[in-house]
């Protein structure tokens, strides 16, 4: 094997706490010894991590305090340690760490905020898109309607917890102490405003089915379908334009084809 890759290899495996023989290629330096030289490169690994999981996931670390919130950090850096060259992608399976390990698996609200602060990082991350307007909407011949499909903004998110996750989420984000655990299907949209800036709010069932229905590639024609399961017809057309209306100007919607 090529020396420096395998002196790479072992330094990493050092630094990922696992048994190495790299102290045996460093060179001797002034005063400082090898082992000492060696520990603070292993200690600046972990700490370059957990600074990452401090500033991706600001919420979730108040929310379970200095104690376990270490034992997260270092229980995730050994089962998940980083293995991208950006730190963007190293907080990604952290979701699913916490659903599976204890004794955060105890408590499903712990995943579910994680799983929320890293779709806010998606949507804020997300590709710059155009976005559609109403008028584009309003110049559309009455004939081409039944037939028209939606393609969204790749920044648009959807997020459902069986927990009052978010209520949470924007206790702590306000510096409110967090209401207490509440076990309630609740779902939420989340994306880019048109103004660069990340908003999320509430989806109730009606919303919710033509996103997902469009999402699938209905026409709007199918998702009017749909949309009667839910509500009286004679509402149904006044509701569909209405949300149709908001989501150009919410910014969620690219293109009308």
């Known amino acids: 094997m090529n020396s420096l890759k ?3 290899r072992q330094l990493l495996d050092y630094l990922r706490g696992h048994s190495s023989d790299i102290a045996a290629h460093i060179g001797q330096q002034g005063n400082i010894s090898t082992e000492l030289r060696l520990g603070i490169y292993h200690n600046a690994y972990r700490v370059r991590l957990r600074e990452t999981l401090d500033s991706d996931l600001p919420v979730l670390g108040q929310y379970l305090g200095d104690d376990l919130y270490r034992q997260m950090v270092a229980g995730y850096i050994e089962q998940y340690p980083s293995r991208y060259r950006s730190l963007r992608h190293f907080a990604d399976n952290l979701p699913a760490f916490l659903a599976s390990q204890a004794p955060f698996c105890e408590h499903p609200q712990i995943a579910g905020l994680a799983r929320f602060e890293r779709l806010l990082m998606d ?7 155009t976005q559609a307007e109403l008028s584009e909407l309003q110049q559309l011949p ?3 309607w039944p037939g028209l499909h939606l393609r969204f903004h790749p920044g648009l998110q959807l997020f459902s917890s069986d927990y009052n996750v978010v209520e949470i989420w924007q206790a702590l984000k306000a510096e409110r102490p967090p209401p207490p655990l509440r076990q309630r ?3 939420w949209m ?15 069932a009606p919303e919710r089915l033509l996103l997902q229905r469009f999402l699938q590639g209905d026409t709007l024609a199918g998702a009017a379908d749909h949309l009667l399961q839910l509500i009286p017809e004679q509402e149904a057309g006044a509701l569909l334009f209405e949300t149709l209306q908001q989501w150009l100007n919410k910014g969620l919607i690219c293109r009308l084809i």
């Open 6 to 8: 395998e002196r790479q």
């Open 190 to 204: 989340l994306w880019r405003n048109r103004q660069r800036l990340t908003e999320f709010s509430s989806l109730d």
């Open 185 to 187: 299907e609740n779902h």
């Open 142 to 144: 009455a004939e081409q």
């Open 123 to 129: 949507v804020f991350d997300a590709p710059d898109a």
